[in-house]
């Protein structure tokens, strides 16, 4: 199974863009590590016709392989069902799945268990605030089976923002906004059970200090990507992402040394606590070479 930090910085385009079968081929923005061509909020009702003949031609004329990982983000499980029954499907990597809850998930995953796409469930309904909806949805995919078909767990920033009446402010994280807790609270229910979480869309295009900043807390939360708006965005979040030396050789350290804790560039490093970092840092590693 594809390791989800393959993501990178996930670029939204919507299935309405003129370019969409010169994205999805590499040709424009070869460096793009995964795209997301939208359906849902990136495409007016009125468009949706006009987007989703632009996918279907697109899917026709796609290359079947791409260094890029590309999905469809569905607007509702009837659009799943008929971008499944069109040829060429088979050269998608998956599909994201807006709004899931308990109310839908079925109605989606069962679609794909026969499958061989993966998809990213995003996480932006109310029953996100409420710690005991989202253990109910995690229990639900694992005794379903769905686990083995989920790639990440998208966290909807903007949508949970807009449930509470909020917009992001430009001079600030989102963990200085009330989904600071929100992601932490999605981490320690889904994480410890296997899940990755990818981080929520930075709108400011010309804040790049912020993103920066917003960055360092995505990485320091577990996450293992993020959305990105705009090409400009991408060098910056790829970099962010990046495993450093340092890191490396850290890992590396504590996989091969004989002694149970030792000191390693002015830290700590203690075998038993800090292994399975040390394993996620080497696979990321592969990942980026």
């Known amino acids: 199974m594809l390791n989800a930090y393959r993501l990178g910085g996930s670029l939204y385009v919507p299935a309405t863009h003129r370019d969409v079968l010169k994205i ?3 040709v424009k923005w ?3 590590r995964s795209v997301i061509f939208c359906t849902e909020d990136a495409v007016a009702e009125e468009a949706l016709a006009s987007g989703l003949d632009n996918l279907r031609d697109c899917l026709e004329r796609m290359q079947a392989r791409s260094s890029a990982l590309r999905f469809v983000r569905v607007r509702n499980p009837e659009i799943l069902t008929w971008l499944l029954a069109l040829p060429g499907v088979e050269k998608l990597d998956g599909f994201v799945l807006p709004k899931l809850d308990l109310s839908n998930v079925d109605v989606y995953l069962s679609q794909l268990m026969e499958s061989r796409h993966l998809c990213m469930p ?3 309904t109310r029953d996100v605030f409420d710690t005991s909806r989202m253990i109910e949805l995690r229990d639900h995919l694992l005794d379903r089976g769905y686990q083995k078909r989920i790639l990440a767990l998208r966290i909807g920033g903007n949508d949970l923002l807009s449930i509470l009446g909020i917009r992001r402010p430009r001079d600030r994280t989102i963990y200085r906004t009330p989904l600071g807790h929100t992601i932490a609270h999605l981490v320690t229910v889904f994480k410890p059970f296997g ?3 990818t981080a929520p869309v930075f709108e400011h295009i010309d804040c790049p200090e912020i993103l920066r900043e917003e960055l360092s807390e995505d990485i320091a939360h577990g996450l293992c990507g993020k959305t990105a708006i705009h090409p400009s965005q991408l060098p910056t979040i790829e970099a962010s992402f990046r495993v450093s030396q340092l890191e490396l050789e850290a890992a590396q350290r504590i996989l091969t040394d004989d002694r ?4 390693f560039g002015g830290s700590m ?3 038993a606590t800090h292994s399975a970092w040390a394993r996620h ?3 990321r590693t592969a990942i980026d070479s």
């Open 122 to 124: 995003t996480l932006e």
């Open 260 to 263: 149970a804790v030792f000191q």
């Open 24 to 26: 999805a081929n590499g």
């Open 281 to 283: 840092i080497i696979e």
């Open 30 to 32: 070869p460096e793009l």
């Open 269 to 271: 490093c203690e075998v």
């Open 195 to 197: 899940f990755q979480l």
